[in-house]
């Protein structure tokens, strides 16, 4: 399959080489020096989802785990009375994961030479040595569980492998290891440890798997039943607050104090922000620049006669040029448009073909947000509806050049995030956020704004000890090759606001690390395990 259009990606490669051990900021020669305050450090515990088992570079590895944010805290808090800190750590740094042999999720991404010549993320070859069903023993004060949903972490049988076989999906991979029994819930095992503290990072996953399809999933607000959803779906904001508030209070039993963290923004990680809206080149299109503003030259007069001029395309002969994509928020005018190019002179067939291709079809806009995972669809052919064209009758040649994405065949949904969805995102977040700072006042617990900060660091960056950590992807220091989960060096940032907010709550004085020791870096290989 050609590939039509080329992405160059500046990245350094210098990779600092640090310890995962960090640095602080004053000595602790004097022990009283540093106070836990009113709060009980002795047995901290962790519960969320990948951000807080330190999932990153779209994997779950050794060393993602070792500078998770809970782990960079627990090594804060031993300095003020705080205990041992245990994590169910992978069997390697490569990720992935086995059931039964089989590698059923994919390695860690490494910044690789790919065959366009430049660097690219690259899955990191070798084969998994993680077995889920070798189910590990004893308890965890890191109860992160990758891809969790608030709902599920009070799911009986989430870490029960057979329901992995179900349809949909029951349980959890990564709790199926590490599980204390195949019916027990996350939040049944994090209570059973007694926690004297802990912090809950959870919720995410309610509306990140909306986001990262592209807005395939389901709004469910207005439904109750969490049993209905699918796995893109968002979550409604009532059913979040319920099993929220009973997460904080079952946490709470125990605990001397706590940590909530809200929900960041995902419309603004690299994720959604990498790809830009107008990445086609008359380079990339060459010759056929000229035959493809003759096709829509003629669709542009049909829209205007439709009254929906500002649906026209046009690709530009001196500058980048905006992506073609699907709207499903645009009324579908396919009927009327394949009268009005009949009424125009062409053939039925040919006509009925526009019509049904571009009846909801538009340019992209800087208001749209082209996803990180589309960047190796556009310009290619998609060679489904090349099928679909030649079974309608059209000869081959013609159906390729039909069926460009981004070009002559409009981005799917998957492939871009457009206004509508993306407010639907910012509604049921700000509500979902709403909640966890109202539970953490009427509790009297700490309270981490993380949407702020994180989007601090998309605008223009937030200063740490050694310099500026932004969300350019790659470069920027915060986020991971995924462009989701952040670096170790993105944690640290978080742990700091945690140990920030912490401190101005109970009155410790625990001390923050120092962010420049952590790896902002992407991991660069060979592409092969090292």
């Known amino acids: 399959m050609k590939n039509y259009i080329k992405y160059i990606t500046a990245v350094t490669l210098g990779v600092a080489l640090v310890s995962c051990e960090p640095e602080f900021d004053k000595s602790v020669e004097d022990g009283d020096y540093y106070s836990s305050g009113e709060a009980d450090f002795s047995n901290y515990v962790a519960l969320g989802n990948s951000l807080t088992a330190g999932f990153a570079d779209n994997a779950l590895y050794i060393q993602g785990q070792q500078n998770s944010y809970p782990n960079i ?65 004893g308890s965890f004060n890191n109860m992160g569980v990758p891809g969790a949903k608030s709902y ?14 179900a349809e949909p999906k029951t349980a959890n991979p990564y709790f199926v290891r590490f599980r ?66 009973q997460e904080v209070e079952a946490l709470t039993a125990s605990a001397s104090g706590g940590v909530l963290i809200n929900i960041p923004d995902v419309a603004a990680t690299p994720f959604f922000t990498r790809i830009p809206f107008d990445p086609i080149t008359p380079a990339a299109l060459g010759d056929r ?35 073609v994509i699907q709207d499903e928020s645009l009324t579908d005018i396919s009927e009327q448009l394949t009268q009005v190019l009949m009424a125009g ?23 749209d947000l082209i996803l990180l995972t ?20 059209v000869p081959q040649e013609l159906a390729g050049q039909l069926s460009i994405n981004g070009v002559s065949y409009p981005m799917e949904d998957q492939h ?51 310099g ?36 101005e709550t109970y009155n410790a004085t625990v001390p923050k690390v120092n962010v420049g020791t952590y790896r902002g870096d992407p991991a660069i290989g060979s592409g092969v395990m090292e």
């Open 374 to 393: 589309s960047q190796s669809a556009i310009g290619t052919v998609n060679t489904e509806r090349v099928q679909e064209l030649v079974g309608l009758g």
């Open 289 to 323: 620049i000229t035959q493809l503003n003759q096709t829509y030259a003629q669709l542009n007069q049909a829209f205007a006669f439709i009254g929906v001029p500002e649906r026209s395309i046009q690709f530009s002969t001196t500058g980048p040029s905006a992506v």
């Open 73 to 137: 805290l627990a090594q804060q808090f031993k300095l003020v009375g705080g205990g041992e800190f245990t994590q169910p750590l992978m069997s390697d740094n490569i990720g992935g994961l086995l059931l039964n042999g089989e590698q059923i999720t994919n390695t860690k991404l490494i910044l690789d030479v790919g065959a366009s010549g430049s660097p690219a993320p690259t899955n990191i070859q070798g084969t998994p040595s993680t077995e889920i069903t070798n189910t590990l023993s």
């Open 345 to 367: 002179g062409l053939p039925q067939t040919q006509a009925t073909i526009y019509g049904m291709q571009y009846g909801q079809a538009r340019q992209a806009t800087e208001n």
């Open 152 to 165: 599920e972490l009070l799911a009986p049988g989430y870490g029960n492998a057979a329901g992995l076989q």
């Open 416 to 466: 871009v995030l457009i206004p509508a969805e993306q407010e639907e995102i910012a509604t049921v977040t700000a509500t979902y956020n709403a909640t966890i700072e109202a539970i953490a006042t009427s509790k009297g617990l700490a309270f981490v704004d993380a949407n702020t900060l994180l989007n601090n660091v998309a605008n223009g960056g937030v200063m740490y000890d050694g």
């Open 180 to 245: 204390s029994s195949a019916e027990t819930t996350v939040l049944k095992d994090a209570v059973a440890q007694n926690p004297t503290f802990f912090s809950l990072w959870i919720g995410n996953n309610d509306v990140l798997g909306y986001a990262t399809s592209g807005g395939v999933g389901v709004n469910q607000t207005g439904n109750l039943d969490p049993k209905t959803y699918n796995r893109n779906d968002i979550t409604d904001p009532n059913v979040f607050a319920n099993f929220y508030s």
């Open 468 to 503: 500026i950590i932004t969300s350019e992807f790659a470069t920027g220091g915060a986020f991971s090759l995924d462009g989701i989960h952040l670096t170790p060096r993105g944690y640290a940032v978080i742990a700091n606001k945690i140990i920030e907010e912490v401190n």
